[in-house]
């Protein structure tokens, strides 16, 4: 049994941090009204393992506190990505939903934070555009790539207790 838990705390830790520098590296594109967060592709990973949850909550308040985000984001963008996971977790047994709940929390969480938190004066509508085409690409085409790359080791991997989705 401790050693599930020590394994579960492996995994989120590692997935944490592989969000941390695939945000980092990527921060260019990684923040503002019109973003690519690539380290959003990770949010497919509860398909394979719960303890994605955590560790892309975890990794999404590190990148947003190294990225100099204001609190606000760090919140509430975090808490974005954290509903985007539980959403790709509850949808595991529907491989091509997966990436869905990312898009749609990120799509309407990010602009009401831009907006109020950064005071980005663009309508909210049109930041909703421009964050969902951001996180199509990076949840639902880099996302749905990295799963379907993963797919065939899925046990390997993870462990066999990612096979009892």
């Known amino acids: 049994m401790k050693d599930n838990k020590v394994t579960f705390l492996v995994h989120a830790a590692a997935i944490a941090a592989i969000y941390v ?26 398909y394979f393992t719960p303890a994605a949850i955590p560790g892309l909550f975890v990794g999404c308040i590190l ?16 808490l974005a990505t954290l509903i985007g996971a539980l959403g790709s977790y509850a949808l595991r047994r529907h491989k091509f939903l997966v990436p869905i709940p990312p898009i749609v929390a990120n799509t309407i969480i990010v602009p009401l934070v831009l907006r109020y938190g950064y005071g980005v004066p663009e309508p909210i509508p049109f930041m ?3 964050v ?34």
């Not at 260019?28 to 509860?46: D, K, M, N, Y």
């Open 128 to 130: 909703m555009l421009t």
């Open 63 to 78: 990148a947003n506190l190294l990225g100099g985000a204001i609190p606000a984001d760090i919140i509430f963008g975090s």
């Open 21 to 46: 520098v695939l945000t980092t590296v990527f921060a260019a594109f990684s923040f503002g009204q019109i973003q690519v967060r690539i380290s959003e592709g990770l949010t497919i990973l509860p």
């Open 132 to 165: 969902g085409i951001g996180e199509v690409i990076s949840c639902g085409v880099i996302g749905m790539i990295i799963l379907l790359a993963l797919e065939p080791y899925r046990e390997k991997i993870l462990g066999t207790a990612a096979g009892t989705n």
